[in-house]
C-alpha cells in the first residue's frame, strides 16, 4: 500500500502518497471524452477567466461562470453525483429567487440537466481496470484547456481505444518542448520517469507522435 508522506489542511488540503511500481502500484490518466482539445480558458488579467459557452443562445457567447467552466466535464467520483447535483438544483433554485441574470440560470439549469449523463472518472476507469483499486485521485484541470499543458494516451482509457493527443488547437507543437511524466510500457526498463518531450499531432502512428529529448537530440 502507497505510503502517506504529507497530510495537511491548512490553508489547504495538501495530500502527499508515495507508491512502489514493484508492487504492482501504478499512475493512470483518465480525462473526458470530447474535452480533449477545449474549449479555451482564456486570461487577460483585468478580469475573471472566461471561455466560449458550451450551451450557447448566440455564436461566439463567452462565459466566466464556474460552473459553466465545468460544463461536460466528467464527475471525479460516481458516489458523489448526487451530492453534485443536489448543490447544483440549490445553487439554481436559489439564482431563480434572488433574481440572478437569465445567463447565470440557464448555466445552472444545464450544470443540473446533464448530471445524470455525465460520466465518471472513477467508474470509467474501473470499467477498464476491474483489476486494479484506486488508491487516489488527483485532478489536472489545467489539461486540455490551457496552453503549455499536453498529455499523450496510449492506453485502453484512450478515446474509442485509439492514441489521443491532448492539447488545445493553436498550441505550437511543433516549436515547444515539454517537461513530462513518462509512464513506459512493461517491457521498459523504467516504470516511469522525467523526460522533455516533444509532440507530432500529424505522427500516423504513436510512436510519430511523442519523441523524447535527451542531451539536446
Request: proline fraction near 7%; glycine fraction near 6%.
Amino acid at each position: 500500500m502507497p505510503v502517506q508522506l504529507t497530510l495537511e489542511r491548512v490553508p489547504t488540503l495538501l495530500s502527499i502518497l508515495q507508491f512502489d511500481p514493484r508492487m504492482g502500484e501504478e499512475m493512470f490518466l483518465t480525462f473526458t471524452h470530447g474535452r480533449e482539445n477545449g474549449p479555451e480558458i482564456k486570461r487577460t488579467g483585468r478580469a475573471s477567466p472566461y471561455m466560449e459557452h458550451l450551451y450557447p443562445q448566440t455564436p461566439g457567447e463567452a462565459t466566466s461562470h464556474p460552473d459553466a467552466l465545468r460544463l461536460r466535464s466528467w464527475i471525479i467520483r460516481e458516489s458523489r453525483r448526487a451530492e453534485d447535483l443536489q448543490k447544483a438544483q440549490e445553487a439554481l433554485d436559489e439564482a431563480k429567487k434572488t433574481g440572478a441574470s437569465a445567463a447565470a440560470i440557464r448555466t445552472l439549469k444545464a450544470y443540473v440537466d446533464e448530471n445524470p449523463r455525465l460520466a465518471a472518472h472513477d467508474a470509467e476507469f474501473s470499467n477498464v481496470y476491474p483489476q486494479y483499486e484506486i488508491i487516489g485521485q488527483q485532478g489536472c484541470g489545467d489539461l486540455s484547456m490551457n496552453f503549455w499543458h499536453v498529455a499523450f494516451l496510449n492506453s485502453p482509457l484512450a478515446m474509442n481505444g485509439e492514441d489521443t493527443l491532448i492539447f488545445l488547437h493553436g498550441e505550437p507543437l511543433a516549436t515547444r518542448t515539454y517537461p513530462c511524466v513518462v509512464k513506459w510500457k512493461p517491457d521498459q526498463a523504467s516504470a516511469m520517469t522525467l523526460e522533455d518531450l516533444r509532440f507530432n499531432s500529424n505522427g500516423p502512428t504513436a510512436d510519430d507522435k511523442v519523441w523524447a529529448r535527451r542531451d539536446g537530440k
